[in-house]
């Protein structure tokens, strides 16, 4: 920042006793109003969060349940993501990649470990088997960011971001269907602004799914499986 000379910095001193006579009350009048309208804003959005949480509100839900056809439901730790009723109290509009950096076992143990602290809704196997561990419904401990966390849903796939080998054919097409359905429940587009790694997540340490996921490909398997009809079976079935 830089300095103010003396000469500036008496003329502004001079004018401010000026400037305050001149704007004190109207300042009070807008601030005040600003104030109240903010408060109430704010109050509307967190009650607008709140509302399921009271009894008879909360939307029913029924152990096993998944939100992708096909999916193994294997619950994460209660510890590693925090019951929502998202779209309704937060808007999903982003989908994360995630490399576990280890294998598909390796994922389930540490999001079924309360000790971990973090978990992604989804996990994806080289052989495109997908274990769903949270539901789209709740915030999943995922990104590293509170912002990202509320508002997207997580995927994690098995293997290492230094391995080119890790990214199977299976892996990518199960992926992309898994991806093209989130975006089609949400009405999320099917870009990189939408659909981003978790490197790119603000604040993240994360290097994650590296350079060897190759992002051309994927969003052209997405925006492929997109464009299908619509599976018959809804969000929230039994696996």
């Known amino acids: 920042m830089g300095e103010t000379t003396e000469s500036e910095g008496t003329a502004d001193r001079a004018a401010e006793p000026k400037r305050r006579r001149g704007i004190d009350r109207r300042t009070l009048l807008i601030g005040g109003a600003a104030a109240a309208v903010g408060t109430a804003v704010l109050a509307r959005d967190e009650l607008g969060r709140l509302w399921w949480r009271l009894p008879g509100v909360v939307k029913k839900r029924k152990e096993g349940e998944v939100d992708t056809p096909g999916a193994q439901w294997i619950a994460a730790s209660d510890y590693n993501w925090r019951r929502a009723d998202r779209p309704d109290d937060y808007a999903i509009d982003r989908v994360v990649i995630h490399v576990v950096q280890g294998g598909y076992q390796t994922a389930l143990r540490v999001f079924k470990d309360p000790g971990h602290g973090a978990a992604a809704h989804y996990v994806v196997r080289k052989d495109g088997h997908i274990a769903q561990m949270i539901r789209e419904l709740d915030v999943a401990f995922h990104a590293g960011n509170r912002s990202y966390n ?47 790694g978790h490197v790119e997540v603000p604040g993240t340490d994360h290097t994650d799914p590296g350079p060897h996921w190759d992002w051309d490909r994927y969003l052209r398997l997405v925006r492929a499986a997109r464009e299908r009809p619509e599976p018959t079976a809804k969000p929230g079935q039994k696996a």
């Open 150 to 196: 509320e508002r997207s849903i997580g995927i994690e796939h098995e293997g290492f971001v230094d391995q080119k080998s890790s990214f199977t054919d299976a892996m990518y097409a199960a992926s992309a269907r898994l991806t093209a359905g989130i975006c089609r429940r949400y009405d999320i587009p099917v870009d990189r602004e939408h659909i981003v």
